[in-house]
């Protein structure tokens, strides 16, 4: 099943209520990421809502369309779909990241059911996807297996060699998707000094950088990488439109002779306005103040 006819309004509305569980989930645990889980909070929601073939009352349906989530800790987000797709009652996000919980601070596959790979360091994904896929093929099944990355994913080399052999095999029934929101937990900046030039800022004369990808580890050009490993790229320049990444989703799955790419410019923090752009929300919770203005901002 797969509800491809849900409406904008319909996945706007959801998209909202999807995010105010995001904020529920961290303040209730205290910790937790909500800046890579806002920022692909409309991606996921597109997938489950109009593009996953996928049934919350049959999470292991043999046919099902698979999701792999590279950038393991955005479970926030995930959580925050699966609820409202009907994987497990939202009463569980109270419980979020305590220990023997359900919901865990990153993906524990079949926990909950529907959760298709364990993860947490970044970078594994995509070659579990090819797993599948592969699999598939050889299974002569026609689901589609899609991958969330995040920045940090694209910055690791087994997602590389995984780029490189799903090129090599032109596994065209997997589609990766990155959620390039252009932000990052933390690193260190080219050599510098303090201003005097006299002592380096950090033991061996590194520097914390400003947490943009740009500074820490440039992926650009980022479609050109993809394409010199044999995939079709597909741009969204918004990725918080519904539409337009529905569109691309659709495209790409059609796509055959060779794997594709979805590459999403998104925010980090979308939706909440102190969060947006923030690198210091990348993982903590709001105060008490901050997540009253974040529910204000969410409001129906």
Known sequence: MVATQTSVDELKSIAKRVRRNIIRMVVAANSGHPGGSLSAADILVTL??????????????????????????????VYGVMGEAGYFSTEEFDNFRTPNALLQ????MGKPAGVEMSGGALGMGLSFSLGQALAGKLDGKDYHVFCLLSDGDCQEG?????????????ADNVTAIVDRNHIQNDG???YEHFPDGDQPA??????MADNHTANIMNLEPLSAKWEAFGWNVIHVRDGHDFEAITAALEEARAHTGQ??????????????SFMEHNPDFHGKAPDKEQTEQAYRELAD
């Open 105 to 108: 601070g990153h993906v524990v």
């Open 48 to 77: 489950y809502f109009r593009v996953l073939r996928h049934d919350p009352k049959n999470p292991d349906w043999p046919d099902r369309d698979r999701l792999i989530i590279s950038k393991g800790h955005a479970t926030p987000g």
């Open 259 to 272: 794997p594709t790419v979805v590459i999403c410019e998104t925010t980090k923090g979308k939706g909440v």
């Open 188 to 190: 260190y900046s080219d």
């Open 158 to 170: 087994q997602t590389w060699e995984a780029a490189m052999a799903a090129g090599h095999h032109k």
């Open 202 to 207: 950090k033991p061996g004369g590194w520097v």
